[in-house]
């Protein structure tokens, strides 16, 4: 079993949000959106070199795991925009279904956080825009 199906598995398994895995380490997470990637850049987390397998992976959440450092990535739903940046950074892409944007959780519109990354195409400055977003929703 590779370490993607092992993240895979995990993922459905265990009804995780994001699931990482390289050799015998696991790092998961029930939190929903950017929030756990979010907290593992924060907390200085190394996961160079992981497998990471997430429910929905966004043009945000694309650039996160670009900052994190995983190789490979699955996602049951990926928006086409997360699949370009991630190929242009050679994260190897696998995925249930693409769609062309992700939708907010009340299904009314766009994510809020693809929404404020959709013109930047740098990781650091998508991060930047990530940060500042959650600061204007949690007012």
Sequence with gaps: MTELERAKGLLNENGYTCVFCKDET?????????????????????????????????KAAAFLYVLLGVKEIYAHIISIP???????YNI?????EAVDS??????TGFCPMETAVMEIDEPNKALEAVREKLKQLNK
């Design 26 to 58: 696991v790092i998961s997470s029930y939190e929903r959106g950017v929030k756990p990637l979010l907290g593992l850049l924060d907390g200085g987390t190394d996961t160079k070199g992981f497998s990471a397998a997430d429910k929905v992976v966004g």
């Design 92 to 96: 190897r892409t696998e995925y249930g």
């Design 82 to 88: 997360a699949l370009e940046v991630l190929g242009r």
């Design 102 to 107: 992700v939708r907010n959780r009340t299904n």
